[in-house]
C-alpha cells in the first residue's frame, strides 16, 4: 500500500504525466523534452529522476548523449495510462505537446548526428557531410550581391544567412531585446554587413524603393494587419524587386496564440496570393514548402515581384 500510495502519488502532477506520454511515443533526450513541453531543463530534469527511480522511465546512452523512453509499466497500471493518454488526445495541452514534438523530429531529421547513431545507421542516409543548411548557402553563391530586408527577422538567424551572399541587409523586429540578441549572435559569427533595426511589419523604417529582395519568414502571421505589412514590403523594394514569404498554411492549433504570439493560425494558399496581388505584386505564386505527415504545420512559400512604374500604368490603362 505505501508503495501504490507513492507512485500514484509521483503520477498526480500534470507535468509528469504530459513527460510519461510524450516517451510513451517517442525516446528523447533532455533538451529535446524541453523543447516539447515547454518546461526549464532543471524542471524537466527532475521530473526524469523521479520517474526514473519509480521504475516508469528508462535511461540509455548513444552517441554520447543520455535518452529517455517510457519503461514497461505491469498490471492494471498500464492499461490505465494507456486509456487516459487516448482520452486526452484532443486536449489542448497535449495537442502543444504533439505538434512541438513533431517539430523536434522534424529537427533531429535534418541534422546529420541524428542519421549516424548505432539503432539508426543505413547505408542509404549515411551520407557524410550531407546538409541542406551547405546547400542553402551554395544556392546563395549563386545570386548576385542583393539588398536584402529581413522583415520580422527574430533573432536573427535567417539574417545571417542571407548576410553571406548579400551586399548588404537591413534586419527589422519590434523587440529591442530580440534584436539585442540577434546583434550579438552576429557579433560571434563575424557578420558585419547587417543594419539592425526597430520596427513594425506595417510601418518598415525602410527608405522607399530601396531593397533588392524582402524577406518575410514566419512574420506575417504576426502582424496585425498582414495586408499593410504586404504593402510595406512593396513599398521598401525596388521595381523589379522580389518579395519573397515562408509562413503557415492555415490550421486550428489554437494554442499558438498564447504560446507564440501568433495573430493570425496561418493562410490559405490562394488568399496569400490575393493580399500580394492587392497589395500590388506580380506574378504571384504561393506552394508547399515543406510538410510531414503527421504534423499539424505546413510550410507555405511565396513569392511575387514589385512591377516597374511603366508596367503598373500599362495595366492601369489596360483595366480602364
Known amino acids: 500500500m505505501k508503495e501504490a500510495s507513492s507512485l500514484y502519488r509521483l503520477l498526480g ?35 526524469l529522476g523521479l520517474l526514473k527511480d519509480a521504475g516508469l522511465v528508462a535511461e540509455e546512452r548513444d552517441g554520447g548523449f543520455s535518452y529517455y523512453r517510457a ?92 548576410a553571406r551572399w548579400a551586399s548588404q541587409v537591413i534586419a527589422v523586429d519590434r523587440s529591442e531585446s530580440v534584436l539585442a540578441r540577434a546583434r550579438a549572435l552576429a557579433r560571434r559569427r563575424n557578420v558585419s554587413n547587417v543594419v539592425w533595426k526597430k520596427g513594425e511589419l506595417e510601418k518598415l523604417p525602410i527608405p522607399t524603393d530601396s531593397v533588392d529582395v524582402v524577406m518575410l519568414s514566419q512574420a506575417l502571421h504576426h502582424a496585425h494587419d498582414p495586408a499593410r505589412a504586404l504593402g510595406e514590403a512593396v513599398r521598401v523594394a525596388v521595381p523589379g524587386g522580389r ?28 488568399e ?24 499539424p504545420f505546413t510550410v507555405l512559400i ?9 508596367s503598373r500604368t500599362r495595366k492601369r490603362d489596360a483595366h480602364a
Not at 89 to 115: C, G, I, P, T, W
Not at 243 to 270: Q, S, T
Not at 274 to 291: C, I, P, Q
Not at 302 to 310: I, M
Request: net charge neutral.
Open 302 to 310: 511565396a513569392s511575387g515581384t514589385k512591377p516597374h512604374a511603366g
Open 71 to 162: 519503461a514497461p509499466v505491469p498490471g492494471p497500471l498500464a492499461d490505465a495510462l494507456r486509456r487516459q493518454f487516448e482520452d486526452a488526445a484532443s486536449d489542448a495541452v497535449v495537442r502543444a505537446d504533439d505538434a512541438r514534438l513533431q517539430e523536434v523530429l522534424r529537427v533531429r531529421k535534418e541534422n546529420f548526428d541524428a542519421h549516424t547513431g548505432p539503432d539508426t545507421r543505413d547505408a542509404r542516409q549515411l551520407v557524410p557531410g550531407r546538409s541542406w543548411a551547405a546547400w542553402s548557402r551554395a544556392l546563395g553563391l549563386l545570386l548576385p550581391p542583393l539588398r536584402v530586408a529581413d522583415v520580422g527577422c527574430g533573432e536573427g538567424y535567417l539574417t545571417i544567412e542571407a
Open 272 to 295: 496569400l496570393k490575393k493580399m500580394m496581388t492587392a497589395a500590388g505584386l506580380a506574378g504571384a505564386k504561393a506552394g508547399v514548402g515543406a510538410r510531414k505527415a503527421g504534423d
Open 243 to 270: 518579395v519573397l514569404i515562408l509562413d503557415l498554411r492555415a490550421h486550428d492549433e489554437e494554442w499558438v496564440r498564447a504560446k507564440l504570439g501568433d495573430r493570425r493560425l496561418g493562410f490559405d494558399d490562394d
Open 13 to 47: 502532477d500534470e507535468a509528469r504525466l504530459r513527460l510519461l506520454r510524450v516517451l510513451s511515443a517517442e525516446r528523447l533526450n533532455v533538451t529535446e523534452l524541453t523543447g516539447v513541453l515547454g518546461l526549464a531543463q532543471s524542471g524537466v530534469s527532475r521530473h
